[in-house]
């Protein structure tokens, strides 16, 4: 199986574009460079020197574009369909794949992904949520939303790792927890405030990542760990900006404004310390070059896994027993 193999072409999206809105302008750069170059391959003419000098300007506009996002086109990227998605990072990252299926007491939840797997040769369990690219995977996976036995089968994983002694690598990327009557009806939120208690006294290490959108609990109970990272464009918000607009402003198209306000974005986490690091994306995000995106969060992971697994158990949980405490700011009256 080749790498980034869940993605799809153009035609079998239902979606208008593969650029976002304000993308248009590399757009129309890099239409009129597939034309020159169709029409270079054709012998009609050599437009290479042209081809070249429009390469370089577009290379260029993308970069300053990239450079001086908002927090609303940082949501957009964090949602892009042809973003990776945990299989993906799987597939490039790790070997020896096996997954492990269902809850052993209700069903299987395709909208989160577990399994065993090695990291350089070093054995390690993972769990992620898991979107859909084509409207047939979506539906199959809940468009990335799990449902309590989605959580309980992560659980699952997280007792087994402790059992082996294993580090787990966890992959956050889902809107929230599904929200349907069955699902409450079956414990959704007792399945992820379990999540929440168990992770926080695992006794091996736990890296967590953020890889697109982290969304409310159906993300946190995934998201507590001793290390916790982004990728660049990625966000983390205990609300949806449209949820958030919703509610504030009884008005879901001023998401933008909420976007601002809810501080989501990477840098703005880092910045209050949230998280631990922010992971460097290729220019033009990690949907332009998803290799080279697999390439520099491997790199973070490895880094802080050997920083933190010869760390006692003990230790371990009183670190982050105090890393959470540490969390939030508020101001004294």
């Not at 889902?174 to 409450?184: D, K, R, S």
């Amino acid at each position: 199986m080749s790498f980034y193999s869940h993605s799809v072409n153009a035609k079998e999206r239902d979606l208008p574009s593969e650029y976002l809105e304000f993308e248009k302008p590399i757009s129309d750069l890099e239409k009129k460079i597939e034309e020159l170059t169709l029409f270079t391959s054709n012998g009609n003419i050599d437009l290479e020197e042209e081809i070249l000098k429009l390469q370089k300007k577009s290379d260029q506009l993308l970069a300053e574009i990239y450079s001086r996002l908002s927090p609303w086109q940082k949501v957009q990227i964090s949602r892009h369909l042809n973003r990776p998605y945990t299989l993906d990072y799987i597939e490039a990252m790790l070997t020896d794949f096996t997954e492990m299926h269902g809850d052993r007491g209700f069903a299987d939840d395709p909208a989160i992904v577990c399994g065993m797997a090695k990291l350089d040769g070093m054995p390690v369990v993972i769990i992620g949520h898991q979107k859909g690219r084509t409207l047939k995977e979506r539906v199959f996976r809940n468009f990335g939303q799990p449902n309590p036995e989605g959580y309980r089968k992560a659980l699952r994983l997280m007792r087994f790792a402790e059992k082996f002694k294993k580090p787990i690598i966890t992959f956050i990327d889902t809107q929230g927890a599904y929200p349907g009557i069955g699902a409450e009806e079956r414990g959704q939120g007792e399945s992820i405030a379990r999540n929440l208690y168990v992770l926080s006294l695992l006794k091996v290490p736990i890296v967590a990542v953020v890889i697109g959108e982290g969304g409310s609990g159906g993300a946190l109970a995934l998201g507590v760990a001793d290390r916790v990272l982004m990728l660049e464009h990625a966000t983390y918000s205990v609300i949806s900006p449209e949820g958030c607009a919703t509610i504030l402003w009884k008005n879901g198209a001023k998401a933008s404004e909420a976007a601002e306000l809810l501080k989501i974005t990477a840098q703005d986490l880092f910045h209050m310390k949230v998280i631990d690091e922010v992971v460097e994306e290729p220019i033009g995000g990690a949907h332009r070059d998803a290799r080279r995106a697999a390439e520099l969060l491997k790199e973070a992971i490895t880094r802080n896994l050997s920083e933190i697994k010869n760390t006692s158990s003990d230790e371990l949980v009183k670190l982050r027993y105090e890393k959470i405490r540490k969390l939030g700011i508020y101001d004294q009256l």
